[in-house]
């Protein structure tokens, strides 16, 4: 079983050379085995209705990442992902298995290097990383009414107490209404 690193968050957005800078995707977690062939959420509950998504990844690999579902534009649209009016669309921002073997303990660096081998090799859906520059990031992804973005220790193995921040635009307008979605209905 692989357990994902959980990002605590950070209210404020930060500059520094050693970490790297995401885009925070607004859909669900996923890690998507190969291996196994299934798709398993950040709790490690099977997501079923996802693992089509499994036939566009190579064989032989786990990925951590994010399910979303893209406008025209290329932004994730969660409403779109939710009531399935978009396709959903599998986007892998760690690896932690590769062609056999086990790379969880290698540096983030090492693994991002090999993602993006595996992404250019097989066409998969990524974004790039900032490095360095989260400030600067940040007010990007607030002006463009993204999520947010989530800091990761370039140094870092991939392990449950690894350093991952998660810095939330707090003006995100497609979190209004949300909670309303995920309330436990009481027959």
């Known amino acids: 079983m692989f357990s994902p690193i959980i990002p605590a968050v950070r209210r404020e957005p930060f500059d520094d050379a050693a970490w790297l800078f995401d885009l925070k995707l607004d859909g669900f977690r996923g890690i998507a085995d190969t291996v196994e062939r299934r798709m398993l959420s950040k709790n490690g509950h099977r997501l079923h ?14 990925f951590d990442g994010e399910i979303v579902a893209l406008d025209d534009a290329g932004r994730p649209v969660f409403n779109d992902l939710m009531f399935g ?3 959903p669309v599998y986007v892998a921002f760690d690896v932690l298995f590769a062609d056999g073997e086990d790379v969880r303990g290698a540096p983030l660096k090492d693994r991002r290097a090999i993602l993006a081998s595996t992404v250019r090799r097989h066409g998969m859906q990524s974004y790039e990383p900032v490095l360095g520059e989260d400030i600067a990031a940040f007010k990007a992804v607030c002006d463009l009414d993204l999520e947010g973005i989530v800091a990761k220790r370039l140094r870092d193995p991939y ?5 991952w921040w998660k ?12 909670a309303e979605l995920f309330e436990r209905q009481i027959p």
């Open 49 to 62: 209705r996802f693992e089509p998504l499994l036939d566009a990844l190579p064989p032989g690999y786990v």
């Open 167 to 178: 810095i939330l635009n707090r003006s995100y307008s497609q979190k209004k209404g949300r």
């Open 85 to 87: 009016r978009r396709a």
């Open 159 to 163: 392990w449950p107490r690894a350093a």
